[in-house]
């Protein structure tokens, strides 16, 4: 994949792609050439590292070589290798969670005075689902709720308080299945159990256990994280905001945010807007501080106070290479090991913030709760400091940018749709019966250099609103949208049919809908168990006319995401290479077919964003027909 525009479909990407070569520094698409051919067992994931005994392979055409040391089989093995996965990418994500609900438990009792309670009556809704006297200050309401969600990780009995928000169907199955979420931890602990040499060797088993994870990710970890969020930073409204790198400004100290966490860019934002800082920066030669993002940490703080994004996971390397970022400050998931480097070639100071994710020899300034603000002050400074090393012949940004509306959540699509006295999910809910909305799609996920960057994201999604087909993006494929012009309402009206369009300009809302990060994949769930709430399209979450899909994937954190939608019971498209699971007909055959019979979702995988579209819309329209639905209308 040499040639520029095959590379990505994105003009800013490809311009900062033609310096890179320029100057001969290396990116992700350059690494992955360099890695061809990737290794064929790895990719139909049946070579297996569990002990010692190995590594082992499973070879078809090599005799004999049809079972690892140990006897285990391909099904076992790829069953194994991809239940692993599930399990980090549900740590990774419910780690997250339990420090912003450790953050909350540090603001209620004083210990954290940068954070507050600035979402009261969100505190009081979750107080409520766990018990909690609300008829108290919110300090007190707080520090008892954070420790009982912080008890939701170590929980020993029963199962996950917010895994009672999915419809009472819902519940049966995954009871019956024995796949209802206990505690957090112990979920990911006994996954990991499980794929240890000599223990279970059914994969039908390994991959409901799997389910049972990813479940504990979506209805706990990831719905902690998103709410516990909402309630110290504030939840989102809808706001305007730009993106791609051309938010990036020549005249200003540019600092980018970057990774997942948001308690620190959060005060990265209010440092950047201190007057004594945007003085220093007058004082060394720069018109003021400019604050923008990268991936979810972008997504997080644009969600929630306009703040720019400058890119998604591959424009990383590439913001730097632009020659114009004074500091790039990081804290966990998605960061390429590669970013070091790329630093190295520019005046841009990597900075870590997280002890969990350091940089050999990268200047690390801690994150500390009890003093946030303070720790990102000194950050900006350090750029403040770093922009007269700038090296003005280098900069080249490029002049692409785009507006966006984001800032949407379960609560404010619905009080849109709902008008202005009562948020409802009723309009909503008879706009797919009417047949005005054909349904509603869920489009996440990642970049893969694999593929081009952004055009499966954008292609599906401009299919999908041709279709009447409201879709709600997290991740970077929100960013990928963004930047095509598909998250502003004119879009509506050059994109949607008619259907989608007449909505959309009823209420004034883009006809895709950014709902934030990779844990606000939480926000789907819960909004789609409201829509079964509210009555009309079924009784289970299954019912809804809707699908799911990750067209770009690369984390295990997707993979996890994936298998919660699908426990949950959606229809959910993955791009790209099938999570490795090619060398086990069975199991490639339980994940696309077999498990739509024990929990109403299953996984299809597709490598052509039309024909994706066309499985999607093929799926909506049979779920429309399974409830008697009239045919879409326009
Ligand atoms: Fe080989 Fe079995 Fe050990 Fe895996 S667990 S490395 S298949 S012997
Ligand atoms: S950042 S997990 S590349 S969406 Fe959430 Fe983007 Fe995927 Fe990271």
Redesign the pocket.
């Known amino acids: 994949m040499s040639n520029i525009e095959q590379r990505s479909i994105d003009p800013a990407t490809q311009e900062v792609l033609k310096k890179a070569k320029e100057e001969n520094i290396k990116t992700a698409w350059d690494r992955l050439e360099a890695q061809e051919p990737q290794c064929g067992f790895g990719k139909l994931g049946v070579c ?4 010692d ?4 392979r499973i070879d078809p055409f090599q005799e004999g070589a049809q079972a ?3 006897g ?1 089989n391909a099904d076992t ?1 790829s069953a194994r290798n991809l239940a692993r996965k599930i399990a980090v990418g549900a740590s990774a994500h419910s780690d997250h969670g339990r420090d912003v609900a450790h953050t909350l438990h540090l603001a209620s009792t004083g210990h954290a005075h940068d954070y507050g309670i600035l979402d009261p009556v969100k505190l009081k809704i979750l107080a409520e689902e766990f018990g909690i006297d609300i008829n108290r200050t919110n300090e007190q309401i707080a520090q008892e709720l954070s420790k009982k969600l912080l008890e939701e990780f170590g929980r020993q009995h029963g199962e996950l308080v917010f895994s009672k928000r999915a419809p009472k169907k819902r519940k049966a199955i995954w009871k019956k299945l024995g796949i209802t979420p206990r505690g957090i931890d112990r979920e990911v602990v006994e996954l990991l159990h499980t794929t240890t ?1 000599g223990v279970d060797n059914d994969y039908k088993n390994i991959i409901n256990n799997g389910m049972r994870c990813a479940l504990s990710d979506g209805w706990g970890g990831s719905m902690i994280a998103t709410d516990v969020q909402d309630i110290i930073l504030g939840s989102p409204q809808p706001v305007r905001g730009k993106v791609n790198l051309g938010v990036l400004k020549e005249d200003c100290v540019n600092i980018v945010v970057h990774g997942h966490e948001p308690v620190l860019s959060e005060m990265a934002v209010k440092a950047s807007r201190d007057p004594e800082l945007i003085k220093l920066a007058k004082a060394k030669g720069a018109e003021g501080i400019n604050l923008a993002g990268i991936c979810c940490t972008a997504n997080e703080v644009l969600m929630r106070h306009g703040i720019p994004v400058a890119g998604n996971f591959l424009q990383q390397e590439l913001a730097i290479i632009t020659g114009a970022v004074e500091v790039m400050m990081v804290d966990v998931q998605c960061i390429m090991p590669a970013l070091q480097e790329v630093a190295a070639c520019f005046h841009t100071q990597l900075v870590t913030t997280n002890p969990k994710a350091r940089f050999p020899g990268v200047v690390h300034v801690e994150f500390e709760p009890e003093k946030a603000y303070e720790v990102a002050k000194e950050i900006i400074r350090f750029g403040i400091e770093n922009f007269p090393n700038r090296k003005k012949e280098r900069v080249n940004i490029p002049a692409q940018e785009m507006d966006l509306v984001a800032g949407f959540t379960k609560e404010t699509v619905f009080q849109i749709l709902g008008g202005k006295y009562r948020a409802t999910y009723k309009p909503l809910n008879e706009a797919i019966i009417s047949g005005r909305l054909r349904g509603l799609a869920g489009v996440v996920g990642c970049n893969n250099p694999k593929q081009t960057h952004d055009y499966f994201h954008v292609t599906l999604v401009k299919e999908l609103i041709k279709n009447d087909i409201l879709v709600l993006q997290t991740g970077c494929s929100a960013i990928a949208c963004a930047k095509q012009g598909l998250l502003i309402p004119e879009a509506a009206k050059t994109y949607a049919g008619r259907g989608l369009q007449e909505i959309c300009e009823a209420v004034g809302i883009p006809p895709v809908l950014h709902l934030g990060s990779c844990v606000d994949n939480s926000r789907i769930l819960t909004a789609a168990s409201h829509i079964i709430e509210e009555g009309g399209l079924g009784d289970d979450l299954s019912d809804i006319p809707a699908a799911g899909c990750a067209p770009e994937w690369m984390s295990e954190k997707a993979i996890t995401i994936g298998f919660y939608f699908v426990a949950s019971g959606v229809y959910t498209v993955f791009g790209a290479s099938p999570f490795a699971t090619l060398g086990s007909k069975n199991l490639t055959d339980y994940l696309t077919r077999g498990l739509a019979d024990i929990v109403g979702g299953r996984f299809e995988f597709c490598d052509d964003p039309f024909k994706m579209a066309k499985l999607m819309i093929e799926h909506i329209d049979k779920k429309r027909q399974a409830l008697n639905l009239k045919p879409v209308s326009y």
């Open positions: 297996c590292t569990v002990c005994m190995g590594p082992c690892g040391v140990c285990a093995i040499i």
